[in-house]
C-alpha cells in the first residue's frame, strides 16, 4: 500500500488495517521461527506497513493538536 493510500483511509480503516498488519506481523513472526516462512522479505514489508500507518496516525493527531 502507498503512503497516499493510506492517507486516504478513514480514521476507523485506519485502525483496522493497523490491528491486521499487527496479526500478519505475528503469523510472520511465527511462520519465520519454524523455518515455514517462503519468502523472508515479507517481514520487513509489515514493518514497513506498520510504520506508514503510525506515521500517518501522529500527524492526523498534530495537525488535530494544532487547530
Not at 480503516?13 to 511462520?31: C, G, H, N, T, W
Not at 514489508?45 to 493538536?65: D, S
Request: charge should be positive; charged fraction near 35%; hydrophobic fraction near 40%.
Amino acid at each position: 500500500m502507498r503512503i497516499h493510500e493510506v492517507r486516504a483511509l478513514s480514521p476507523e480503516d485506519m485502525e483496522k488495517a493497523l490491528a491486521e498488519a499487527y496479526r500478519e506481523a505475528l503469523s510472520i513472526r511465527f511462520r519465520l521461527a519454524t523455518r515455514q516462512l517462503n519468502d523472508t522479505s515479507q517481514a520487513k514489508k509489515v514493518k514497513r506497513k506498520i510504520a506508514q500507518f503510525k506515521t500517518v496516525m501522529q500527524e492526523r493527531k498534530l495537525v488535530e493538536q494544532q487547530t
